[in-house]
């Protein structure tokens, strides 16, 4: 069965510029989340995804990220303008039935440097 | 207070040592419990989830405390393969995954 995809899984960019990161989900999986992941720190949730509605995007920040999921399957995540602090690992997860077995399947994550 | 708090780590054993980690929760209503683990620049994984009444698995021993809002990770008989991030995770019903910032443990030869 194949893992959680995501991509780039490294990007490099100016701050105030934009980057954009793509996640497809084990097939069948229904729900999806998106994590930030700074260095030293556990992963914080932005946003999760049932099917392609918004469960809970309480923790992201709204004035520069966004992120869609369109037709209920795949994912991206879209950072504009980027700030220093935003250099982390952004992560992405999937699990099924509302992940009521309490296992998140996680890719390996998009590594993000702003310089 | 933080929703998920962990021991700050890092913790350092021989081989074959026993080790614990501990735990604690802000939100009484937590339904489910977990301990994932991290490897260095890798993702998370999942290591074992946590039963009211304690559960193992092999070398690995979990315990929840509801009352005291308290979880515990105890490993017998540390590995060099051991050496990860363990992340202590919360979840209340129909709520998110809530990550603590986890505790490093480096078993050493």
């Known amino acids: 069965e194949a893992g959680v995809a995501q991509s780039p899984r490294y990007k490099i960019i100016e701050k105030r510029q934009s980057v954009a990161f793509w996640c497809n989900p084990i097939s069948g999986h229904a729900t999806l989340y998106w994590y930030q992941q700074i260095l030293g720190q556990g992963p914080k949730l932005l946003i999760q995804f049932q099917n392609n509605g918004v469960v809970d995007d309480s923790q992201l920040p709204k004035d520069r990220f966004s992120a869609e999921r369109l037709k209920g399957v795949d994912s991206t995540l879209k950072i504009q303008p980027a700030k220093l602090e935003d250099s982390a690992v952004y992560l992405c997860?999937?699990?099924?039935?509302?992940?009521?077995?309490?296992?998140?399947?996680f890719g390996e994550g998009s590594r993000l440097t702003v310089l | 207070r933080k929703e998920v708090e962990q021991d700050p780590g890092p913790f350092n054993v021989p081989e074959g040592a026993t080790v614990a980690f501990n735990c604690t929760y802000s939100n009484s209503a937590s339904q489910s419990f977990f301990w994932y683990r991290q490897d260095c620049r890798k993702e998370p994984k999942l290591l074992m989830s946590v039963y009211s009444s304690g559960n193992e698995d092999g070398r690995f021993t979990a315990q929840l405390n509801r009352a005291s809002q308290y979880i515990s990770l105890l490993i017998r008989d540390s590995k060099l393969s051991d050496s990860a991030t363990y992340l202590c995770v919360v979840r209340g019903y129909g709520q998110n995954f809530v990550f603590g910032p986890g505790t490093r443990l480096s078993v050493l030869p």
């Open positions: 997860a999937s699990s099924s039935v509302g992940g009521r077995t309490g296992e998140l399947f």
